[in-house]
T-cell receptor
Framework: DGGITQSPKYLFRKEGQNVTLSCEQN?????MYWYRQDPGQGLRLIYY???????QKGDIAEGYSVSREKKESFPLTVTSAQKNPTAFYLC?????????????FGPGTRLTVT | ELKVEQNPLFLSMQEGKNYTIYCNYS?????LYWYRQDPGKSLESLFV?????AVKQEGRLMASLDTKARLSTLHITAAVHDLSATYFC?????????????FGQGTRLTINP
């Protein structure tokens, strides 16, 4: 089955610790994205990547880092510099180029930092 | 900077009624997407609207796009409880290359028996 997987589904961390969220896709999509969603809010773009070994900051990149060493994988690290890390994190992917460029979303990771 | 606004943000309606959710956006774009999100879940794609005048329908939901007015609507016909969810519109920002979606705040729809 083709799709996007994120792990873990729930993650609990103490303040001051870095944490890495996993995102894997087997859709052969070039582009991948990370979004943050706070309760009752829309999605905000953290980072995106159009191609392996290249990524760009989104609207709220401060306190986050990413890597794109493989086409299938786009892990997100939430660092201790992120002031309010508790949120629902969604990974997405899309075919880069073309006209439609619809994004497909993974199931999400709910991060709680105390 | 592209801004996307939905209204209403909250909508409570009875089964069997019709209603419309509006999505306004601030700069030129001709690609608009509607998503559905159930509580605690991810986003599910509903519609992709790619040109002025585009209209798409799936069951009791119909979406349309007016690029000149920078407006999309999501119309619900004869609502049923299963349509209770949060609905987001998202607009493709006018940027060559990367697709950067800007999302509206979402409309939380509750359909009561």
């Amino acid at each position: 089955d083709g799709g996007i997987t994120q792990s873990p589904k729930y993650l609990f961390r103490k303040e001051g610790q870095n944490v890495t969220l996993s995102c894997e896709q087997n859709l052969n999509h070039d582009a991948m994205y990370w979004y943050r969603q706070d309760p009752g809010q829309g999605l905000r773009l953290i980072y995106y990547s159009q191609i392996v070994n290249d990524f760009q900051k989104g609207d709220i990149a401060e306190g986050y880092s990413v890597s794109r060493e493989k086409k299938e994988s786009f892990p997100l690290t939430v660092t201790s510099a992120q002031k309010n890390p508790t949120a629902f994190y969604l990974c997405a992917s899309s075919v880069d180029g073309g006209w439609i460029r619809e994004q497909y979303f993974g199931p999400g990771t709910r991060l709680t930092v105390t | 900077e592209l801004k996307v606004e939905q209204n209403p943000l909250f909508l409570s309606m009875q089964e069997g009624k019709n209603y419309t959710i509006y999505c306004n956006y601030s700069t030129t774009s001709d690609r608009l997407y509607w998503y559905r999100q159930d509580p605690g879940k991810s986003l599910e794609s509903l519609f992709v609207l790619l040109s002025n005048g585009a209209v798409k329908q799936e069951g009791r939901l119909m979406a349309s796009l007016d690029t000149k007015a920078r407006l999309s609507t999501l119309h619900i016909t004869a609502a049923v409880h299963d349509l209770s969810a949060t609905y987001f519109c998202a607009v493709d920002s006018p940027n060559q290359g990367a697709q950067k979606l800007v999302f509206g705040q979402g409309t939380r729809l509750t359909i009561n028996p």
